[in-house]
């Protein structure tokens, strides 16, 4: 029991060095050019706080569900979450809750009031509410795309290299202000895989900025609505999937 405990120790403290670290070296690399754009160092942080923390709480929920799926229909153990007398998907999301992901939150947490307190964005009662708003809905995003990349195990069992591309390689273009990218990518980043709406545009709420290129000012309210709308869009690809699943009978 003892070796877990520390085991799992050891384990949030190699997470918090990393993480630290990762922020670290952004501040180094953006001191050195003042400023990406028309953001300063610590504005950049912010949007890496945003993100980092949003997907800490879609993960608690949607990451081992959507990582595990392929893996469950290969055994063939989804077949037992299908004889559950619940509906299946609360029954994974439930049974695959992983806190696992509590030192990327505090760790972000933390960040993200170094941040504020740098850039004195005053923590007002509607500046609070859109904030926790703001997380939700960017976890919703996050954890939304993850299972809509995660259905087609339905169909081909094997799905992990589209998860690499679409959400880890893609989602890294939000550390940054989406506006120093081609418009092409930016229409993508805020069309096609909305990530955008996890820390760019309500960023601009926060910062008092009006950094929104082609779209719309409005797009800073927006990411609830998105979070929301994108995780009825995954609910029923879920359906859909399930409606067409065929056990491997592994």
Request: net charge neutral; glycine share 4%; proline share 3%.
């Amino acid at each position: 029991m003892s070796q877990y405990r520390s085991s799992f120790i050891l384990g949030v403290i190699s997470q918090i060095v990393s993480f630290f670290s990762e922020f670290f070296l952004l501040w180094l690399l953006l001191n050195n050019f003042s400023a990406i754009g028309n953001w300063s160092t610590y504005e950049v942080m912010f949007l890496f706080a945003l993100n980092l923390a949003s997907y800490a709480i879609g993960s608690f929920f949607l990451n081992s569900p959507s990582t595990r799926l392929s893996t469950m229909i290969k055994e063939g153990t989804f077949d037992e979450v299908l004889t559950k007398p619940l509906n299946s998907f609360v029954y994974l999301v439930c049974r695959e809750f992983n806190n696992g992901y509590i030192t990327h939150l505090v760790v972000s947490l933390v960040v993200m009031v170094i941040c504020v307190n740098q850039l004195n964005i005053e923590m007002t009662f509607t500046n609070i509410s859109m904030l926790i708003l703001t997380l939700l809905g960017g976890a919703l995003i996050q954890g939304s795309t993850l299972l809509i990349i995660s259905i087609p195990s339905f169909w081909f069992v094997e799905n992990t290299g589209l998860r690499e591309v679409l959400f880890f390689n893609m989602r890294r273009f939000i550390s940054y202000p989406i506006t120093i990218y081609d418009k092409f990518i930016q229409i993508i980043l805020t069309y096609i895989l909305p990530y955008a709406f996890i820390n760019f545009f309500p960023a601009q709420f926060f910062l008092q900025k009006n950094d929104f290129s082609i779209f719309s000012p409005y797009f800073q309210y927006a990411t609830p609505i998105v979070g929301l709308v994108l995780f009825v869009i995954a609910y029923n690809f879920w359906r859909i999937g399930i409606n067409h699943y065929q056990s491997t009978g592994s």
